[in-house]
C-alpha cells in the first residue's frame, strides 16, 4: 500500500507538472509536433460563442471544434467509458471502487485537454449504430468518430476492407506500439503487411490462454520426465505428446474399461492450440486456412488420438462442462487449462493431486520460437481512412490510455491469475503464452454446429476428408464476413 | 409577344453572365453571390422542371395503419401505444413505449400485397428517436422477417446512432431463396428497439417515429400497397384472447377453412374421401378444434356425411360453442363432435366439414390441436435486478449476490418462492448457482433440463424447495456468490423474477357484470364504482355469502379490490385480498371470494355501509369488467 501511495504521489507530480507546463505555455504554443496540426486556426477560435461546434477552418474540414477552437476527438464504441472530457467528477462512474485510481484517470483527462487543447469524448453509437457508421461514414469520406471501438467480428473486416487506417501512418516506428508495448499494442493479419488494429493492453487480458495442463502426479507415476523441463529444452513435440498420452492412458482394474485417458477437454481449445503449434490457423485471413496441409496435420492428429490411440476421453456433447471437469474426477492426465477452468472445477489442494502448466507441444509443421500461443480475443480500435490529423488523435488516445503513465503495476491486477495458477512456473507459462497472440476468426463466422470436430474425433470423417468437405464452407462464411 | 419578351430577358441575362465570366480569373472562386446569378438558367427551360415521381409505399398520409400491430406476446415485448400523429411536418406512426421494453412492431405485408408478397426482397422506412427531454441518445434494433410456410426468422440490425443521422433508414432484406416470402403463408416483419442508450442510462425509452415505408421487389421497385387492409394474425402472433377458451398446442391448421358466409348459411372444406384436402382422421380422442372468426353472432360446425353414414346433416355445437369473450375464438372438442353425430367413427364417412353462425360470419382459421398445460400463476413477484443477459449454448450469465459485491439479495429466496425465468431459446433454461469459497456445495445447475416450462418454451419456473434440493442446503443464500442461468441452446433471458404461487381460480357461472368498472390507473392509485347508497349503480348487497367476485385486467403486477366505507361505516378504507387473490395463468384475471371480503372488512354486513368498491395494483393497471358469480362445482 505504501508502495502504491508513492507511485500515486509520483505520478500526481507528473500531472501536475503537465498542468505546470501548460499553464506556463504561450496560447499560440505548439505543444509537439502532434498537436501542430490540431492547433486551430485564429479565425476558429473567433467563432461566435453562440454557435456550439464550430465548422473547421482548416485542413480538410473533417475534424470538429468547439466553438472557443478545442479539436473534438470521438471515439466511436456501444458501452459507457470513465473518464472523459464529459465527467467533471470521479462519482460520475456508479461502478468506481477505487476512488485513488479513479481520480488518477480523471486528472489525466485534465491533463490531456490542457496539453492537446481538445476535447475526448466516448460517443455510444449503439452495437448496430457503430456497425452502420463504420460501413457508411467512412466510405463518404467523412467518418462520424476519429477512433472506432470494435468487436473483431466487425472489426477485423473494417480493417482487411481499407476502412481503417495503417497504424504506421500516425505512428512513428520507434513508438511503444511497435517497440516495447507497454500501453498499446497492434494486431497483425496473417499475410499481410499493413496493421489497423490496436488496444490497450492490460496484462489480465493477456492470461486467457489455454495451456496443457496435466496431473503431474500421474506423469511422476509413469515415471515420464515432466513436460515443463522437455518445454524449455525445446523438445515437447506433438511425437512426444502422443507417447506421453499412451502411457497415461490406463485400465486401472483390468475390466477391459479404460477408466483415466491420457486427454480431456474441449474440442475448441484443442483445434485451435494444435493448429498454433503447428503454425497455422483455419480462418486467419481473407482466404480459409482450413485445408492447408499444416491444418490437415493438426485435425489428423485429433483423428489418431481419438480413434486410433484410444487416449482422449470420449466426447461429451450434451454437457460440455462434463469434458472440462474430468481432470478434477482424475480421469484423465492431460487436459486444456485456463485459469477460469481451475476456478471452476478444482486447483491442486483441492483435487488432490499437482496441477502443472505447459504450452502446447510443437508440431511438425511449427516452430518452438515461433509459435503462437493464445487466440486474440476483446476490443480493438482503429482510426478510420479520411481522419484529420490522425497523428494527434492517437497520441490523445495513447496518453488517455496511459493513465496509470507506464506504471503496469497500477493498471495490472494479475494476483488473481496468478493464485489460480498455482505455482509460479505455471503462471509464467500462462504469460508467455499471452505474448504470443493469434487472431483465427473461425469463432467469429457464424458457422455454427457447420464446424466441428465432433465427425473426426468420432471417426466418421478423416482430417483430409473433414477439410476437403468443409473448406467451401468456411470460405463462404469469410466471403460474407468481408463483403 | 410576351414569350418575345421574356426570351428577350433571358438573353440579356445569359450575355451578363458571359461578360462577367470573361471578366473573372480563373481561379477566382464563385461566391454565393454569383451562385445567385447563375440560377436564371432555369428559367430557360421552364418545362424542365422534373415532376417528382408520385411517393409508392406507405406515408400514414391517409391515416390508415390497420396493417400494423405489436406483438407483445415475447417476454420482453412493451405494450406500446400506437398511433398515427402529425410530426415533423407529414403524418408519422408514433410508437409511444409504455414500459421501457422492447416494441414488436409488425407489418403484415402478405395482406399489404396479396399474391405479389412473393415478389418482396426488401422493406425500408424512415426511423426517428424521440426523447421526452429532447435529448438525443442513440438506439438501435432489428428487422426481422418471417418468412415462408413455417414463417422461419431472419433478421437484419438497424440503429439510429447519431443525432445528425435522425431520422435514419431501417433496411430489412430477403437475402435468399429461404427467406423469399410465400403468398399465402402469413409471412411478415417485425421492427423491434432493442438497445436504448436513454433507458439504460436512466433517462427513460425513447418513442419511435415511423415514416415513409417502402416495400421493393427484386429490381428495387417500390410495390404498391393497399393500405386499407387489416392485420391478419397467423397462428401464435401476439397474446390471444383466451377467455373462457382452452389454451392448445401441436396445433395443426386445417388448410382452405378461411370461409365465410350470410346468418344460417355454410361454407368449409371437402374431406379426403370427398375429393378434397382435409384429412378427417385428424380429428382424434383429446383433441380441439379452435375456430378463429369474426361475426356477431356465435359460429359452430356442421358435419356433412357421405351416402350411407351413420349420421345426418349435423349442427354441431350449435350456439354452444364456447367462446371467448371478444367473440373472436370458440372450441369444440373431440367428445362433443362424437355427441353430436353418434358416432367415434365419423371420419370415414364425413364428406363436408363446414362453419355456420346465425348472424354474417367470416372464419380465419381452423386448427386441431390439444390441450396446453400452462404454468401455475405467480403473484408479488419481484424482478431480479440486471438479470438481463444472454449466452451461448452451455455457457453461463447471471447477477452477483450482495455477498460478493452484487446487488442481488439471495435471501429473498424463501420457502415457497417460486422463481420464473423469462427467456427465448430453443432450448431448456435452468438455474446455476455458484458459490462462494467454503459452501457446502459446489457449483451446481439447478432443474437442468427438469424446470416447469410453458409451451412456449418461453418461460420456467423453479421452486425455492428444488433449490434447496439440488444443492443440499436451506442456508443456500449465505454462501451463494453467483446465480445464473444456462440452457443447452443459445439463450436470452428477459427477466428473472422471485414471487409465490397464486392460488387457483374456481370456474364460476351466473356471473353478473358490475357496470362501469372498466376503470383503469396507475400504481397505487384506485379506481371504480360508487354504490346504490353512494349515488351510484353498484348494487353491494349483491355480494352475498359464496359469491366469487372476478376481475378481468390487463397488469403487470397484481390487481385487488379497495372497500371505501361510508360515514359511520364499522370499517375503514380497505385493501382487499391485496397479493393474495388467486390469480389465472396467463395475469389477467384474478378472484376475490365473499369470505376474503368479510374477512378484509370484519364484518358481514359490509354492503349497508359500502360507498365505493375500487381496484388497485402496484402497477399501473386497467380493469376491463368486474363481475359477481358462484362457484360452478
Known amino acids: 500500500m505504501k508502495k502504491r501511495m508513492n507511485k500515486i504521489l509520483a505520478l500526481g507530480l507528473t500531472v501536475a507538472m503537465m498542468f505546470s507546463i501548460a499553464g506556463c505555455s504561450k496560447k499560440d504554443d505548439t505543444p509537439s509536433n502532434s498537436n501542430n496540426n490540431a492547433t486551430p486556426t485564429t479565425q476558429a477560435t473567433k467563432a461566435p460563442e453562440n454557435t456550439p461546434e464550430a465548422s473547421k477552418p482548416s485542413g480538410s474540414g473533417r475534424a470538429e471544434y468547439t466553438a472557443d477552437g478545442k479539436r473534438i476527438i470521438k471515439v466511436g464504441t456501444w458501452y459507457e467509458h470513465y473518464y472523459t472530457s464529459d465527467h467533471e467528477t470521479i462519482e460520475e462512474n456508479p461502478d468506481v471502487t477505487d476512488v485513488e485510481l479513479a481520480q488518477m484517470q480523471l486528472d489525466n483527462m485534465r491533463a490531456i485537454e490542457e496539453k492537446y487543447n481538445v476535447e475526448f469524448r466516448f460517443v455510444n453509437l449503439t452495437w448496430n449504430g457503430i456497425m452502420e457508421s463504420i460501413n457508411t461514414s467512412i466510405m463518404s469520406g467523412k467518418p462520424d468518430v476519429d477512433i472506432y471501438e470494435t468487436d473483431l467480428q466487425f472489426g477485423a473486416p473494417a480493417a482487411l476492407s481499407g476502412y481503417a487506417m495503417d497504424i504506421s501512418k500516425f505512428a512513428a516506428a520507434d513508438s511503444d506500439i511497435f517497440t516495447d508495448q507497454t500501453v498499446l499494442s497492434y494486431l497483425s493479419f496473417s499475410g499481410i503487411d499493413n496493421n489497423y488494429l490496436f488496444k490497450p493492453v492490460a496484462k489480465t487480458s493477456q492470461l486467457g490462454g489455454n495451456p496443457l495442463s496435466f496431473n503431474l502426479d500421474m506423469i511422476k507415476q509413469a515415471g515420464l520426465e515432466n513436460p515443463q523441463d522437455l518445454y524449455d529444452r525445446g523438445e515437447w513435440t506433438w511425437d512426444k505428446f502422443r507417447e506421453y498420452l499412451i502411457a497415461t492412458t490406463k485400465d486401472t482394474n483390468g475390466d477391459g474399461t479404460t477408466d483415466v485417458y491420457g486427454y480431456s477437454g474441449w474440442w475448441t481449445v484443442l483445434i485451435e492450440n494444435l493448429c498454433m503449434s503447428n503454425g497455422t490457423s483455419i480462418a486467419s485471413s481473407a482466404t480459409e486456412t482450413l485445408s492447408s496441409p499444416a491444418t490437415i496435420e493438426a485435425m489428423d492428429f485429433i483423428y489418431k488420438i481419438y480413434n486410433e490411440d484410444h487416449t482422449a476421453a470420449p466426447w461429451n456433447q450434451d454437457d460440455w462442462n462434463v469434458n472440462n471437469q474430468l481432470y478434477a474426477q482424475q480421469k484423465s492426465c492431460f487436459f486444456t487449462g485456463a485459469a477460469w477452468i481451475f476456478k471452476e472445477f478444482g486447483m491442486s489442494p483441492d483435487v488432490g493431486f499437482e496441477i502443472a502448466c505447459v504450452p502446447w507441444p510443437t508440431g511438425p509443421s511449427g516452430s518452438y520460437e515461433n509459435n503462437k500461443m493464445m487466440k486474440t480475443s476483446g476490443n480493438y480500435y482503429f482510426i478510420p481512412n479520411g481522419v484529420e490529423d490522425p497523428e494527434l488523435v492517437y497520441n490523445v488516445f495513447y496518453d488517455w490510455t496511459n493513465w496509470y503513465q507506464g506504471d503496469t503495476e497500477l493498471r495490472d491486477d494479475v494476483e488473481w491469475f496468478q493464485n489460480m495458477m498455482m505455482t509460479e512456473r505455471n503462471y509464467q507459462y500462462l504469460e508467455l503464452m499471452g505474448k504470443r497472440e493469434q487472431f483465427d476468426m473461425w469463432g467469429n463466422l457464424g458457422l455454427g454446429d457447420n464446424f466441428s470436430m465432433v465427425p473426426i474425433m468420432s471417426g466418421e470423417k478423416t482430417a483430409a476428408q473433414y477439410a476437403e468437405e468443409t473448406k467451401n464452407l468456411v470460405q463462404e462464411a469469410l466471403d460474407q464476413y468481408f463483403k | ?633
Open chain 2, 1 to 633: 409577344m410576351f414569350k418575345k419578351k421574356r426570351f428577350l430577358a433571358i438573353f440579356l441575362v445569359l450575355v451578363m453572365i458571359f461578360s462577367m465570366s470573361a471578366c473573372s480569373k480563373k481561379d477566382d472562386k464563385p461566391t454565393d453571390a454569383d451562385k445567385v446569378t447563375v440560377a436564371p438558367t432555369a428559367t430557360v427551360a421552364p418545362t424542365a422542371e422534373p415532376t417528382p415521381e408520385p411517393f409508392v409505399g406507405i406515408d400514414f398520409e391517409d391515416g390508415n395503419y390497420g396493417f400494423i400491430e405489436l406483438n407483445t406476446a415475447p417476454g420482453n415485448a412493451d405494450k406500446s401505444v400506437l398511433t398515427v400523429e402529425d410530426f415533423n411536418g407529414s403524418k408519422q406512426l408514433k410508437v409511444d413505449v409504455q414500459e421501457d421494453k422492447v416494441p414488436y412492431i409488425a407489418i403484415d405485408t402478405s395482406s399489404l400485397l396479396g399474391d405479389k408478397v412473393a415478389e418482396v426482397r426488401s422493406i425500408e422506412m424512415d426511423v426517428t428517436v424521440a426523447y421526452e427531454d429532447g435529448t438525443f441518445r442513440a438506439v438501435s434494433g432489428n428487422v426481422y422477417a418471417y418468412s415462408g410456410t413455417d414463417r422461419k426468422e431472419s433478421r437484419d440490425p438497424w440503429s439510429v446512432y447519431l443525432e445528425t443521422k435522425n431520422p435514419n433508414k431501417a433496411v430489412g432484406l430477403l437475402d435468399n431463396e429461404a427467406q423469399y416470402f410465400v403468398a399465402g403463408a402469413k409471412n411478415f416483419f417485425i421492427l423491434t428497439k432493442e438497445t436504448d442508450n436513454g433507458k439504460d442510462q436512466g433517462f427513460g425509452s425513447a418513442d419511435l417515429y415511423i415514416d415513409n415505408i417502402v416495400i421493393r421487389d427484386a429490381n428495387g421497385n417500390a410495390m404498391a400497397v393497399d393500405t386499407t387492409v387489416s392485420f391478419d394474425k397467423p397462428d401464435g402472433f401476439g397474446e390471444s384472447d383466451w377467455s373462457n377458451l382452452t389454451r392448445v398446442k401441436d396445433t395443426v391448421e386445417i388448410e382452405g377453412f378461411n370461409v365465410s358466409g350470410d346468418g344460417w348459411s355454410q361454407a368449409g372444406v371437402n374431406t379426403t374421401i370427398n375429393e378434397g384436402t382435409f384429412d378427417a382422421t385428424l380429428i382424434k380422442p383429446g383433441c380441439i378444434i379452435t375456430i378463429n372468426y369474426t361475426s356477431e353472432g356465435s359460429v359452430w360446425l356442421v358435419a356433412v356425411p357421405v351416402d350411407g353414414a351413420p349420421y345426418g346433416w349435423t349442427r354441431i355445437q350449435q350456439q354452444t360453442a364456447v367462446k371467448n369473450d371478444s367473440n373472436s375464438t370458440c372450441q369444440i372438442t373431440y367428445d362433443q363432435i362424437v355427441e353430436a353425430l353418434g358416432t367415434e367413427d365419423f371420419a370415414s364417412s364425413l364428406a363436408i366439414l363446414q362453419g355456420e353462425g346465425e348472424a354474417a360470419w367470416s372464419i380465419k382459421s381452423v386448427t386441431i390441436g390439444y390441450e396446453s398445460k400452462p404454468l401455475p400463476a405467480t403473484m408479488n413477484d419481484v424482478a431480479i435486478e440486471g438479470f438481463e443477459v444472454k449466452a451461448d449454448g452451455w455457457a453461463q450469465a447471471g447477477v452477483n449476490t450482495t455477498l460478493n459485491g452484487g446487488t442481488f439479495d439471495a435471501s429473498l429466496l424463501k420457502p415457497g418462492s417460486v422463481v420464473t425465468i423469462n427467456y427465448k431459446s430453443d432450448g431448456d433454461v435452468w438455474l446455476v448457482a455458484v458459490p462462494a469459497d467454503g459452501a457446502p456445495y459446489g457449483w451446481t445447475r439447478i432443474q437442468q433440463q427438469t424446470a416447469a416450462k410453458n409451451d412456449e418454451n418461453n418461460k420456467c419456473q423453479i421452486t425455492y424447495e428444488q433449490i434447496v434440493e439440488a444443492l443440499g442446503t436451506e442456508d443456500f443464500a449465505s454462501s451463494l456468490n453467483i446465480l445464473q442461468c444456462e440452457s443447452d441452446q443459445a439463450w436470452e433471458v428477459y427477466s428473472v423474477t422471485i414471487g409465490e404461487y397464486a392460488p387457483p381460480m374456481v370456474k364460476v357461472k351466473d356471473e353478473v357484470a358490475i357496470e362501469g368498472f372498466a376503470v383503469k390507473a396507475d400504481g397505487w392509485s384506485q379506481a371504480g364504482v360508487n354504490t346504490t347508497i353512494n349515488d351510484g349503480t353498484f348494487d353491494a348487497s349483491l355480494l352475498k355469502p359464496g359469491c366469487v367476485v372476478t376481475i378481468s385486467y390487463n397488469s403487470p403486477g397484481n390487481v385487488w379490490l379497495v372497500a371505501v366505507p361510508a360515514d359511520g361505516a364499522p370499517f375503514g378504507w380497505t385493501r382487499i385480498a391485496q397479493g393474495a387473490a388467486a390469480k389465472n395463468a396467463e395475469g389477467n384475471k384474478c378472484q376475490i371470494t365473499y369470505d376474503q371480503i368479510v374477512a378484509a372488512l370484519g364484518t358481514e354486513d359490509f354492503a349497508s355501509s359500502l360507498a365505493i368498491l375500487q381496484a388497485e395494483g402496484e402497477q399501473a393497471w386497467e380493469v376491463y369488467g368486474v363481475t359477481i358469480g358462484y362457484p360452478a362445482e
